[in-house]
C-alpha cells in the first residue's frame, strides 16, 4: 500500500502541520482524527488496515489530517469568538492548502469526509459548511451540538453548531449543493451524542435535505465499531 507523509508550514494557521495519505488513487477521503487523536490515529488504531483491500484496489485514498482542537473546541482558556476564528483558519487551512495538494495528486473529484467521535463532528461541520466540496460524508459517533464546550454563546459558534444553523438555511444554492450530498450519521442508541444525531437528521430532512441515519444497538462508541461501520458505509448507505 501506498503510504506518503507530508509536512509544510501552513501560512493560514501560523504553525507547521503534517499529515498521511494511504492509497494511490480513488475517491479521495478527508479523515479527521478523534478529539486529541493525531494524523496517524486511524492507522495506529487500524482503520487503514479495515480499508486495506480498497486502498490497494485503487477505489480509495485516505488523507489523515491533523487537528488544531486543543485550540478550537477544547481550549477553554480562550472567549467563544477566539476559539471560532481558529477554526475558521483551520478550514482555510483545509480548503486552500490541503485540498489543492489532493487535487494535485489525484484526478478524482468526488470527495468524501468522516472521522470517530470528535472526527466526526468536525467532518460534519466542515461539509456542512461549504457545501458541495464533500460529496459524502460518513460520521461515526459524532456530536453535532456543540454548545457545551463554551460558556458563552456567539454568532461565530452559531455557524459552527450545526443543529443551529442548519434549520436557518434558507439559500436555494445552498441547500441544492447540501441536498447532492451523501450524509451519513451512524451511532449507538446508547451513546449519549445520539440524541444529537436524531435531531439533526430531522432537521436536515425538514430542508428537504436527505441524510441515512444508522443507529446501532448498544454504545458503540469505540474502534471495533467504527471499523465495523466504515467498511459498511464508505460506499454508501448500506
Known amino acids: 500500500m501506498r503510504r506518503d507523509y507530508h509536512r509544510w508550514y501552513s501560512h493560514a494557521l501560523g504553525r507547521e502541520m503534517e499529515l498521511l495519505i494511504f492509497g494511490h488513487a480513488g475517491a479521495p ?22 480499508l486495506a483491500h480498497r486502498l490497494n484496489q485503487g477505489w480509495l485514498q485516505l488523507i489523515c489530517v491533523d487537528s488544531v482542537f486543543s485550540e478550537t473546541w ?6 467563544t469568538d477566539s476559539r471560532m476564528w481558529r477554526e475558521e483558519q483551520y478550514e ?6 490541503v485540498l489543492p495538494l489532493v487535487r494535485m495528486i489525484n484526478p478524482n473529484r468526488y470527495l468524501m469526509a468522516t472521522g470517530c467521535s470528535f ?3 468536525e467532518a460534519m461541520i466542515f461539509t456542512l459548511r461549504h457545501p458541495g466540496v464533500v460529496r459524502r460524508v460518513i460520521g461515526l459517533s459524532g456530536l453535532y451540538d ?14 459552527h453548531n450545526p443543529v443551529d444553523f442548519i434549520p436557518n ?6 441547500l441544492g449543493r447540501l441536498r447532492e450530498t451523501e450524509i451519513i450519521l451512524a451511532i449507538g442508541r446508547d451513546d449519549p451524542s445520539a440524541w444529537s444525531n436524531e435531531l439533526l437528521s430531522r432537521q436536515l430532512w425538514e430542508r428537504g435535505i436527505g441524510n ?5 444497538n448498544g454504545w458503540c462508541h469505540d474502534w471495533p465499531y467504527w471499523k465495523q461501520m466504515i467498511s459498511l458505509y464508505i460506499e454508501g448507505y448500506d
Open 146 to 159: 456543540v454548545r457545551r464546550f463554551f460558556s458563552q454563546y456567539t454568532q461565530g459558534l452559531y455557524y
Open 92 to 97: 482555510h487551512y483545509l480548503l486552500t492548502e
Open 212 to 216: 441515512a441515519l444508522r443507529l446501532w
Open 74 to 79: 477544547y481550549n477553554d482558556t480562550r472567549d
Open 119 to 121: 472526527g466526526a463532528t
Open 169 to 174: 438555511l434558507t439559500d436555494p444554492e445552498l
Open 29 to 50: 477521503c478527508l479523515v479527521f482524527p478523534t478529539s486529541f487523536g493525531r494524523f496517524f490515529e486511524y492507522e495506529d488504531r487500524g482503520m487503514v488496515a479495515t
